[in-house]
């Protein structure tokens, strides 16, 4: 059974930085890309970030860009998302979610999502 | 940026069929996704590549894309099917349109 467990949410104040992990089973992480996905209290679905199943493509966007870095890890099985330069508008819950390839930028399973809330 | 519109509501009666679209420029030309979401819970993918099924989807969900249109339908919808629906596709990024509230009453 595939599971996405994320953790690291939290409250934080604006311009501080955060990191939020995806501990990832049931399948085999490092045969499938894996993105970020965001969603704001009572609004719908964003797309954060990708990475591809080798790191060797990565892509953000254009909200996050130059703030918000994702990495893996294939060893560890775990999926990273590491987010500075934090606004009130970053102010949502951040999904992790598995690519039904290695970059079909389909989303076939989701995690239960983890909160960050920006505020002073 | 690339757009994809969404209608906000679509009301439909038991055991009716609900159609829920999705508009872009060229839209036919991308490959279209569509993901439920019930109230508090995450998103589930019904439909992927414009028209296939994941497993476990019932086949009362159904998809197709043409023109600038892409459309899910909803075919016999039951109580269980209320939900958020979420088109996506890919431009240079990917794209979620803003979502549809199928209400079925």
């Known amino acids: 059974e595939v599971q996405l467990v994320e953790s690291g949410g939290d409250l934080v104040q604006p311009g501080r930085s955060l990191r939020l992990s995806c501990a990832a089973s049931g399948f085999t992480f490092a045969d499938y890309a894996m993105h970020w996905v965001r969603q704001a209290p009572g609004k719908g679905l964003e797309w954060v970030s990708g990475i591809s199943w080798n790191s060797d493509n990565v892509d953000s966007a254009d909200s996050v860009k130059g703030r918000f870095t994702i990495s893996r890890d294939n060893a560890k099985n775990s999926l990273y998302l590491q987010m500075n330069s934090l606004r009130i508008e970053d102010t949502a819950l951040y999904y992790c979610a598995k690519d039904l390839g290695r970059q079909k930028l389909v989303f076939d399973y989701w995690g239960q999502g983890v909160l960050v809330t920006v505020s002073s | 940026s690339y757009e994809l519109t969404q209608p906000p509501s679509v009301s439909v009666s038991p055991g009716q069929t609900a159609t829920i679209t999705c508009s872009g420029d060229?839209?036919?030309?991308?490959?279209v996704c569509w993901y439920q979401q019930k109230s508090g819970q995450s998103p589930v993918l019904v439909i992927y590549?414009?028209?296939k099924r994941p497993s476990g989807i019932p086949e009362r969900f159904s998809g197709s894309n043409s023109g600038n249109t892409a459309t899910l339908t909803i075919s016999g919808t039951q109580a269980m099917d209320e939900a958020d629906y979420y088109c996506q596709a890919w431009d240079s990024n990917v794209v979620f349109g803003g979502g549809t509230k199928l209400t079925v009453l």
């Open positions: 590549e414009d028209s």
């Open positions: 060229k839209l036919g030309n991308k490959l």
